[in-house]
C-alpha cells in the first residue's frame, strides 16, 4: 500500500495558523471516516493529536482541529505556540486487508 | 493508566529472525475491539505500520513484508509478539508497539517507549 502524502514541511509564527494536508485515495481516506493525525517531537514517543477524522483525545488543545474533503485530509493548528514544533504524520484505515498506512510526515516550524 | 513496553534484541545480524516481545498493562487484549500493533520508524525517516492484531485474534500485515512478519499475543501474559525473518540493514528502525482502543476505531492512542534495533553484520 502506498504512503499518504504529505508536505515535507510547514512553518508559521506565534499566534497564527498553519495547515498541514495528507492526501490519499478513494481507498484510504477517501473511503473511511478513520483519518489520525500524531505528533512527534524529536527523540519522543509519537502522541495521538486527532482521531476519526476531527475528534480530539482528552488532554489536546483544541487550537489542534481536524477535517477532511475527499481524498485529502488536514490538520489545523491555531494560534501557534512554541511547544508545537514537530513532526506530525496523518494516517487512515485503509480497508480489512491493509489495515493502516501512515503519511510521509510533515516537519511544523514555528518562526 | 494504559503503558506498553518493547523488549528485545538491540542489534541483529542479516539474515536473522527477529523477535520483539510487547508487554502492556492497564487494558486487556480481551476486549472487544482492542488491538495491539507494531510499527517502525528508521533514523530520520516517517513511521511505517507493520502488523496489527485484535481482539478476535485476527491478525493484518504490511502487504509487502506479509511473508516476513507474524504477529502473536498471549492474553494470559499481556503479551504481543512480532517476529521478522530474513533481517536486513534496511530494517534497521525504531520498531513501537501501540494500543488499538475499544470503540471501533482506527487509531493508536497509546505508545510504548520504542526500541531501537540496528540491522548490522
Known amino acids: 500500500q502506498s504512503a499518504l502524502t504529505q508536505p515535507p514541511s510547514a512553518s508559521g509564527s506565534p499566534g497564527q495558523s498553519v495547515t498541514i494536508s495528507c492526501t490519499g485515495t478513494t481507498s484510504d481516506i477517501g473511503a473511511y471516516d478513520y483519518v489520525s493525525w500524531y505528533q512527534q517531537h524529536p527523540g519522543k514517543v509519537p502522541k495521538l493529536m486527532i482521531y476519526e477524522v476531527s475528534k480530539r483525545p482528552s488532554g489536546v488543545p483544541d487550537r489542534f482541529s481536524g477535517s477532511k474533503s475527499g481524498n485529502t485530509a488536514s490538520l489545523t493548528v491555531s494560534g501557534l505556540q512554541a511547544e508545537d514544533e514537530a513532526d506530525y504524520y496523518c494516517s487512515s484505515y485503509a480497508g480489512t486487508n491493509i489495515w493502516g498506512v501512515f503519511g510521509g510526515g510533515t516537519k511544523l516550524t514555528v518562526l | 493508566q494504559i503503558t506498553l513496553k518493547e523488549s528485545g534484541p538491540t542489534l541483529a545480524k542479516p539474515t536473522q529472525t527477529l523477535t520483539l516481545t510487547c508487554t502492556f498493562s492497564g487494558f486487556s487484549l480481551t476486549t472487544s475491539g482492542v488491538g495491539v500493533a507494531w510499527i517502525r520508524q528508521p533514523p530520520g525517516k516517517a513511521l511505517e505500520w507493520l502488523a496489527v492484531i485484535n481482539w478476535k485474534d485476527d491478525k493484518r500485515y504490511k502487504s509487502s513484508l506479509k511473508t516476513r512478519l507474524t504477529i502473536t499475543k498471549d492474553t494470559s501474559k499481556n503479551q504481543v509478539v512480532l517476529t521478522m525473518t530474513n533481517m536486513d540493514p534496511v530494517d534497521t528502525a525504531t520498531y513501537y508497539c501501540?494500543?488499538?482502543?475499544?470503540?471501533?476505531?482506527?487509531?493508536?492512542?497509546?505508545w510504548g517507549q520504542g526500541t531501537l534495533v540496528t540491522v548490522s553484520s
Open positions: 501501540a494500543h488499538r482502543p475499544a470503540g471501533g476505531g482506527y487509531y493508536f492512542q497509546d
